[in-house]
């Protein structure tokens, strides 16, 4: 059997009283692309901390291609391939559009300069940013600060990237290029961890869709099993469609 990719065994998070993932089994194979949905307050965001090194865990087990992970700082993880994008955009605001690419880029100590600012250029041509790469970050709309975001993630060259509601108040227009970028990177080969409320990104992008509800993992299959399943009705999607 193969190793997975991503591996989550008994993870458990408690904020005092409230326990927000109780005990989450979840293992992730190689170029998947795992769609994260679940009411507000559900976990979804608590989990990708804690795989992301932003949140430690209170129980249970990661391992990343067999190797434990639990408990290491996100510059580490994302050194060993994991990236992560967040709901509300961090950019480095009072630095250009290129410098906060080069921040990653030049990260590990082991790339040059020249080949980091390379690197940068050609991401920022992939996703529509080139013509900005001397302007502040600070300048950009918020679905431009997005776009820089998914860039600076891909600078790092990442194996899992999490996207923590990249969608979120941006164009239609813009929308359906990031689902072509972000069908692309899978399709290249790097596993995406998807969290949205866009259930028409979700079911068009994720082949599979994990559901949570009050930090248990209440469905896990195939956007058609989703949604028809009684409890993912009940729970969440009754009430998107209601």
């Known amino acids: 059997m193969t190793t997975p990719q991503l591996e989550i065994s008994g993870l458990i998070k408690r904020f005092g009283g409230l326990t927000a993932l109780n005990s989450v089994d979840l293992s992730i194979g190689q170029g998947e692309l795992v769609g994260l949905i679940g009411p507000n307050g559900s976990g979804k965001t608590t989990l990708l901390n804690i795989v ?5 865990a209170d129980g249970g087990t990661i391992r990343h291609s067999g190797t434990s992970v639990l408990g290491k700082a996100p510059h580490q993880l994302a050194r060993q391939g994991i990236g992560r994008s967040f709901q509300i955009t961090k950019l480095f605001k009072r630095l250009t559009v290129l410098e906060n690419m080069l921040v990653a880029g030049l990260s590990d100590g082991t790339t ?5 600012t390379e690197r940068a250029m050609g991401l920022l041509a992939d996703l529509r940013l080139e013509r900005l790469a001397h302007e502040r970050a600070a300048s950009l709309s918020g679905g431009q600060g997005k776009l820089l975001e998914f860039a600076r993630v891909m600078m790092l060259e990442p194996e899992i990237i999490l996207l923590d509601e990249p969608f979120g108040g941006v ?4 929308k359906r290029f990031m689902h072509e970028r972000i069908a692309a990177w899978n399709a290249a080969g790097v596993t995406i961890i998807l969290i ?8 068009e992008l994720c082949a599979r869709v994990v559901t949570l509800s009050y930090g248990d993992i ?8 989703t949604r028809n399943d009684p409890a993912v009705l009940d729970a969440y999607l009754g009430e998107q469609h209601g």
């Open 171 to 174: 164009h239609p227009e813009l």
């Open 196 to 203: 949205s409320h866009d259930m028409g990104s979700i079911f």
């Open 52 to 56: 992301s090194g932003y949140y430690p």
């Open 112 to 116: 040059s300069r020249a080949a980091a």
């Open 218 to 225: 209440i469905c896990d299959g195939t956007p058609d099993e």
